[in-house]
């Protein structure tokens, strides 16, 4: 049975850092897309970083320079650590992972995991 785990939300202030880290199980993901999406309160689930089976990189506008995605397929982990968080990053983050970066990137994931919330206080 294949599982995401979230891990690493919480409450910071405008400025902090956050680390997110996601663990797979079930099958090695190493051939797979990983990613991260979020849903901000009240709005829809938006893409926010993409790391392919090449460990080729997508990201968000909004996040460019500020989130790093890294992926671990030894381990089958995918991260995101955020620096520099502003308010408008408060959303409930969500890993996922789809069989190609173009489907993950359009939120046709395979897999999902629960959810880590992530609040930025101004």
């Known amino acids: 049975q294949v599982q995401l785990v979230e891990s690493g939300g919480g409450l910071v202030q405008t400025g902090g850092s956050l680390r997110l880290s996601c663990a797979a199980s079930g099958r090695s993901f190493s051939s797979d897309a990983m990613g991260w999406f979020r849903q901000p309160p009240g709005k829809e689930r938006e893409f926010v970083a993409v790391?392919?089976?090449?460990?080729?990189?997508y990201n968000r506008d909004s996040v460019k320079g500020r989130f790093t995605i890294s992926r671990d397929n030894a381990r089958n982990t995918v991260s995101l650590q955020m620096n520099g968080l502003k308010p408008e990053d408060t959303a409930v983050y969500y890993c996922?992972?789809?069989?190609?970066?173009?489907?993950?990137?359009?939120?046709?994931?395979?897999?999902w995991g629960q959810g880590t919330q992530v609040t930025v206080s101004s």
């Open positions: 996922a992972v789809a069989t190609t970066s173009e489907r993950l990137r359009t939120g046709r994931a395979d897999y």
């Open positions: 790391a392919d089976r090449f460990r080729i990189i």
